[in-house]
């Protein structure tokens, strides 16, 4: 999910991170340091741990499943945003709103690695809804219009993905909606406060 937020957000609005100066193979390279350290390292791990054996199931259903990958994935992510908010010299000085999106994402990750200490809270829910807090907060900080479509999008797919988790019985509707409001609100207020 944090491939497509800054997907949109270095293509569709580069102003409102202002990387609008920023040529295209930047914004690749860009992308692509997002998309390994939030996707592909993340997936990679968890699949490593279903295959040792500490996750019985690549959909972690149960509870003891999902705490450990969660947790890694939260140190992954908090890697990946002192890199971004620190470590890129030029890029946290001319765009430090790439490392305050990711630092709300991993707060996001790593209240749902505590959550799932005790309960099953939709990690998908809490995804989406960050995108959605996310693109809204900095849509209404930056004034760009041209985030209204991704963002009406995204409320769609946040509809679409709850309904679907639903309906395959992966969580109850508290689950679902704690998830959203969740998300909702650290990527929101962060981007708010912080943007």
Partial sequence: MPTILFSILLFIAPGALGVSTFGTPFKL??????????????AFLIYFL??????RSLHMNELQDRRLPYFMTA??????TLLFAFRLPQLSDMAPEIGIVLGSITVSVTLVGLISLFWKISAH??????MVGA????????G???LLYPLLALIILAGLLASARLHLN?????QI?????????VSLATVLWLV
Avoid: D
């Fill in 144 to 146: 760009e219009l041209t």
């Fill in 75 to 80: 140190l992954l992510y908090t890697s990946a």
């Fill in 29 to 42: 390279s860009l992308l692509l340091l997002i998309a390994i350290s939030t996707f592909f390292v993340p």
């Fill in 50 to 55: 279903y295959r040792t054996g500490y996750v």
């Fill in 177 to 185: 909606a704690a998830g959203m409001g969740l998300g909702l609100v």
């Fill in 125 to 130: 829910s809490v995804g989406i809804s960050g």
């Fill in 135 to 142: 693109l809204l907060g900095i849509a209404i900080k930056s």
């Fill in 170 to 174: 992966a969580h109850t509707p508290p």
